[in-house]
């Protein structure tokens, strides 16, 4: 029984690329979160998914980033044209359909974004 | 101010003692989570509280709704849970977390 996988575990990429960040949540979950965690700071709410749906992308910035979650396959976390800004380790977890708002939550390993 | 405030930011024990880290909000919660981070990894989630304690093996943790209180105790520490300890609360429905910045806490043996 697997739990959250994230891929890739590193990432680096150069100014102006773009980053593609997937989550594959725990079987059966329908829900995922996407953070953020920058160097020396707290995580930080991104965007909230539901299959083909997202539900609260409040904390995701406007321009450059997107998010999906499609009926079939991972949550993508897409990152264009990416500035040193962007370098920070991206976490997402899942929850389960029935329980959603206050269900214990299950993290990947997070991906460690590096711009150069 | 931020809505999650943990205290202290940063602890160093003995191998052997308890600890006790703090965590403050001030907005309105359905669960408060105790989370553990370690250096370079993942995050797992060690408890999720709407009242009262829970307790699982060395840990336990308590919450006071009225107070918007919640304390995270580790019994006879060990090197091993030197890690970052951080809180989050579910706020609104929708279940997004809001976290604090975390406790660094050291055990030395």
């Known amino acids: 029984n697997a739990g959250v996988m994230q891929n890739p575990r590193h990432l680096v990429r150069r100014r102006g690329q773009e980053a593609r960040l997937r989550c594959s949540p725990v079987?059966?979950?329908?829900?995922v979160y996407w953070y953020r965690q920058l160097p020396e700071e707290g995580l930080k709410f991104m965007v909230y998914?539901?299959?083909?749906?997202?539900?609260?992308e409040s904390g995701m910035p406007k321009e450059r980033f997107s998010a999906e979650f499609p009926k079939e396959g991972p949550s993508i976390l897409r990152i264009q044209q990416v500035v040193r800004g962007d370098s920070a380790a991206y976490f997402c977890?899942?929850?389960?359909?029935?329980?959603?708002?206050?269900?214990?939550?299950?993290f990947g390993n997070g991906t460690r974004l590096t711009v150069t | 101010k931020n809505e999650v405030e943990q205290s202290p930011q940063n602890l160093t024990a003995q191998e052997g003692e308890f600890i006790t880290i703090n965590c403050s909000y001030s907005?309105?919660?359905?669960?408060l989570h105790w989370l553990q981070q370690h250096p370079g990894g993942g995050i797992v989630s060690l408890f999720m509280?709407?009242?009262g304690k829970k307790k699982h093996g060395r840990l336990i943790a308590t919450i006071n709704i009225q107070e918007k209180h919640s304390s995270l105790h580790i019994t006879a520490s060990h090197p091993r849970d030197s890690a970052v300890y951080i809180c989050?609360?579910?706020?609104?429905?929708?279940?997004?977390?809001?976290f604090g910045q975390g406790t660094t806490l050291q055990v030395k043996p």
């Open positions: 079987k059966g979950h329908s829900h």
């Open positions: 998914l539901q299959k083909e749906n997202i539900i609260d």
């Open positions: 907005v309105g919660i359905s669960a």
């Open positions: 977890a899942s929850s389960p359909i029935q329980r959603s708002h206050n269900s214990p939550l299950h």
């Open positions: 509280l709407s009242s």
């Open positions: 989050a609360v579910s706020s609104g429905n929708t279940g997004k977390l809001i």
